[in-house]
C-alpha cells in the first residue's frame, strides 16, 4: 500500500512539473499560429483580400472614374462602352458585359504603346491581335480589348485592372513600362521607415488579417478628421483622378534634375505595382502576360543632361577648355577627332547623358557596334528626363516574371534581333520606332505576332505555329485590310501632332522627320510646314527652311504663326527688304503682335529708317513693355535722329 501511495505521489509529482520556456514559447506560437490561420480563413470565407492585392501603398487617387460605362442594347443585353469623359486617354471599346460561351476575352494593358499612339487601336499591337487571333485558332470566340491609356503609368495601370478584373477576363497582356517618371511623387514616407519596417510591412500587407485591421483603421481616420473637412494625413501621395505630368506644367523637361534616390523609389514602386498586377489577374481566375520594353536609341536623343552638381571649379574649366578647342579645331569633323575631344569631355562629366549619345553616333559611324550599343544605353539610362525606360524597369519585369512565373513577351530581344539581320547592328532607331518610344505600324503587326508565338507557347492559343505557310498568308491578307482601311489624312494629322509634340520639347531632328512623314500624307498642309521649316532653321539650316517657308506661302494656303516667323528668319540672314513684307503682313493678322513689332523696328533701323524703326518700337513697347531690348533699340534710334527723349528704364 505505501509502495502504491509512493507510486501515485511520483506521478502527481511529474504531472505538476511546470513546462520548459522552450516548451511554453512552441506552445504559444503554436497557438498565435493556429489563431490567426483560422482567422486568415474565415476572413477568405467572408471575401476579406490581402493590401498587396487591392491598394497601392505609395499612392492614392484624388477619385476614381470608371473606364467602362453600362448600357443596354437594344435585345435587352448589357453592354460595356468607354466612358465619354475617358475619350481624351483611352480607344473607344464596346463589348458584352456578360461573356458568352466559348469566348476569350484579352485585356490589353499599359500606356500610349499599348493604345497605338499616335496612331488609333486599329493598328495598336491590341488591333492586330484582334485580327489575327480568329484566323490563326476559330476554335472560341476572341474578344480583344485595347485599354491602353495615354501616359498611363503601372500605378495607374493596376487601379485599372482592379476595375477590368470584374468582367470575366481569361487574360492581361501588359506593356507598362515607359511612363513611370510621368507624374510626381514624393515618396516621403519611405523615406521615414527603416528597411525592416518596410519588409515588416510588406509581410504583413499580403495577410487578411493587415487587411482587416488596416481598413478598421482607415474608418477610424476618416472619422476623426479635421472639422474643417480636410484630408487626414496619410503615408500615401494623392494623384489626381486622371494623369496630371510633369511636363504639363513646364515649358519643357525643366523640372526634371538628377535624383538617384527618387528614381529608386519609382522602381521599388514599378515593381510592387507589377506584382499587384499579377495577384489581381489570378484572383479573377486569369492568366498574365508582360511585355518587356523597346525604345529609340540611335534617333532620339536624351531629353535632358546634366553634369554632376559637386563638380568642381577645376573640371569646369577643363570641361569649357575641351568645348572650345573642339569647336574651333578644323579636323574636328573627322569622326575619330570629335570621339576623343567628347572621351575626353565624359571623363571629366561622366553622366552627361548627350556626350554619350553623340560618342554613340560617332562610333556607329566607324561601325564600331558594340561600343556604339553601350554609349546609346548610357546615354538613356543617363537622361535625367528619363521619358524611355531604364534598364531598372526592364530588370524589374524580369524579377517579377520569374519570381510569379509570369510568361514575358521578350519585345526588345525580339525587335533587335531583327535589326541584326535587316541593319547589321542590333541598335534601334527610327527604323522602328515613331518618336522615343512609339512604335510603327508594322512593328506593332510584328508585336502581335510575337504575343501570338508566346501564347501558343503556353497553350492559350492553340493552331499552328506562326511561321506556317498558311498563317503567313494569312497574315499577309489581313495586312492588306487593315492598311487598306486606313485614313490617310488621319494618320497624316496623327503624325503631324506628333511632330509638333516633339517640336515643343525641342527635339528638332525628330520633329522635322514626322513632318516630313506628315506632308506625304497630307500634302501641303501648312502647319506641317511650319514646323518643317521651324526645324530646320533651329538646325542652322537656314536656305532650306527659307525654301520651305516659300513652298507655304507659295501654296496659297494660311497659316498666321508662319508669317512673322519667316519674316524673322528673312530679317537674321539680310533679306531686309523681304523681311519687312512678311513683318508688316503678320501686324496686319494680329495688330498685338509685340514681337513682330519689334522685328519690323529692327529691320528699319538696319535700313537706317530710324524714324519708323523708334515707331515701331514705340508699339512694341505699348504692347510689351519695358523689355530690354526693345528699349535698347528704341534709345538708339532716337539717338539716330539727334533726339535723346526719355525712355522708361528696363525692370
Known amino acids: 500500500m505505501e509502495d502504491s501511495n509512493q507510486v501515485r505521489g511520483s506521478n502527481r509529482t511529474r504531472r505538476s512539473k511546470p513546462l520548459s520556456l522552450r516548451k511554453k514559447l512552441a506552445l504559444s506560437a503554436f497557438t498565435t499560429v493556429s489563431f490567426f490561420l483560422i482567422l486568415e480563413i474565415c476572413l477568405a470565407i467572408v ?7 487591392t491598394d497601392d501603398p505609395f499612392v492614392g487617387f484624388s477619385g476614381y472614374a470608371p473606364l467602362m460605362a453600362h448600357s443596354t442594347a437594344e435585345d435587352g443585353t448589357a453592354i460595356l462602352t468607354t ?3 475617358k475619350r481624351n486617354w483611352f480607344n473607344v ?20 504603346t499599348t493604345y497605338g499612339h499616335p496612331f488609333f487601336d486599329s ?12 484566323v490563326h485558332d476559330p476554335s472560341c470566340h476572341w474578344e480583344v480589348i485595347n485599354a491602353g491609356g495615354i501616359s498611363y503609368a503601372s500605378y495607374r495601370v493596376a487601379a485599372l485592372m482592379e476595375e477590368l478584373a470584374q468582367y470575366e477576363p481569361d487574360l492581361f497582356i501588359v506593356y507598362s513600362a515607359h511612363n513611370e517618371f510621368l507624374e510626381r511623387r514624393t515618396y516621403q514616407d519611405m523615406f521615414e521607415r527603416s528597411q525592416l519596417a518596410m519588409f515588416t510591412q510588406g509581410l504583413l500587407s499580403k495577410t487578411r488579417t493587415w487587411a482587416l485591421t488596416k481598413r478598421t483603421l482607415d474608418q477610424i481616420r476618416k472619422s476623426t478628421s479635421n472639422a474643417d473637412g480636410t484630408r487626414s494625413k496619410t503615408h500615401a501621395d494623392i494623384l489626381d483622378t486622371e494623369v496630371n505630368e510633369i511636363l504639363n506644367h513646364t515649358i519643357g523637361p525643366v523640372d526634371y534634375h538628377r535624383d538617384l534616390t527618387w528614381r529608386a523609389n519609382v522602381v521599388n514602386h514599378y515593381e510592387n505595382n507589377l506584382r499587384r498586377m499579377v495577384a489581381i489577374a489570378r484572383n479573377a481566375g486569369a492568366q498574365i502576360v508582360f511585355v518587356t520594353p523597346a525604345s529609340n536609341e540611335k534617333d532620339c536623343s536624351p531629353f535632358k543632361s546634366e553634369h554632376d552638381s559637386q563638380q568642381s571649379q577645376a573640371d569646369q574649366d577643363r570641361l569649357h577648355e575641351i568645348i572650345h578647342q573642339a569647336a574651333t579645331d578644323p579636323e574636328c569633323a573627322a569622326p575619330r577627332v570629335a570621339l576623343r575631344y567628347l572621351q575626353s569631355a565624359v571623363e571629366i562629366s561622366p553622366n552627361f547623358a548627350e556626350y554619350h549619345y553623340r560618342i ?12 556604339a550599343k553601350r554609349s546609346f544605353s548610357l546615354a538613356l539610362n543617363e537622361d535625367v528626363c528619363p521619358l524611355r525606360a531604364v534598364d531598372e524597369i526592364r530588370q524589374s519585369i524580369d524579377r517579377v516574371g520569374k519570381e510569379w512565373k509570369v510568361p514575358i513577351v521578350d519585345f526588345e530581344q525580339q525587335i533587335r534581333e531583327l535589326c541584326e539581320t535587316e ?34 507557347e503556353r497553350g492559350f492559343v492553340h493552331g499552328p505555329g506562326t511561321d506556317d505557310a498558311t498563317m503567313k498568308e494569312r497574315y499577309a491578307a489581313i495586312e492588306k485590310k487593315v492598311l487598306g482601311t486606313i485614313d490617310p489624312l488621319t494618320n497624316g494629322y496623327a503624325l503631324r501632332n506628333l511632330a509638333k509634340v516633339l517640336h515643343w520639347s525641342g527635339k528638332y531632328f525628330e520633329a522635322e522627320s514626322r513632318a516630313r512623314d506628315a506632308l506625304k500624307l497630307i500634302t501641303d498642309d501648312p502647319e506641317s510646314r511650319f514646323v518643317l521649316a521651324d526645324c530646320l532653321k533651329n538646325t542652322g539650316r537656314m536656305e532650306e527652311a527659307i525654301d520651305e517657308y516659300e513652298e507655304l506661302f507659295s501654296s496659297g494656303l494660311h497659316y498666321p504663326r508662319a508669317t512673322e516667323a519667316y519674316g ?11 523681311a519687312k513684307g512678311y513683318l508688316l503682313l503678320a501686324i496686319t493678322e494680329d495688330e498685338k503682335n509685340a514681337d513682330a513689332y519689334h522685328w519690323l523696328g529692327w529691320v528699319h533701323f538696319q535700313l537706317m529708317e530710324f524714324e519708323f524703326a523708334e515707331e515701331s518700337f514705340e508699339h512694341a513697347n505699348r504692347i510689351r513693355p ?21 525712355i522708361p528704364e528696363a525692370r
Open 423 to 456: 541593319n547589321g547592328h542590333s541598335i534601334l532607331g527610327e527604323e522602328y520606332f515613331l518618336d522615343h518610344v512609339h512604335p510603327t505600324i508594322d512593328v506593332n503587326r510584328r508585336l502581335a505576332i510575337w504575343i501570338i508565338e508566346t501564347l501558343l
Open 93 to 112: 471599346q464596346s463589348f458584352p458585359k456578360a461573356k458568352a460561351p466559348r469566348t476569350k476575352r484579352i485585356f490589353c494593358m499599359g500606356g500610349s
Open 47 to 53: 471575401g476579406i483580400r490581402s493590401v498587396v492585392n
Open 568 to 578: 524673322r528668319l528673312l530679317a537674321t540672314t539680310g533679306r531686309l527688304e523681304q
Open 626 to 646: 519695358n523689355n530690354p531690348e526693345t528699349l535698347e533699340y528704341w534709345a538708339r534710334s532716337k539717338e539716330a535722329q539727334g533726339r535723346s527723349l526719355p
Open 360 to 371: 554613340g553616333h560617332l562610333q556607329l559611324v566607324l561601325q564600331n557596334y558594340s561600343e
Open 83 to 85: 466612358a465619354e469623359i
Open 123 to 134: 493598328t495598336s499591337f491590341s488591333g492586330w491581335l484582334r485580327e489575327f487571333l480568329p
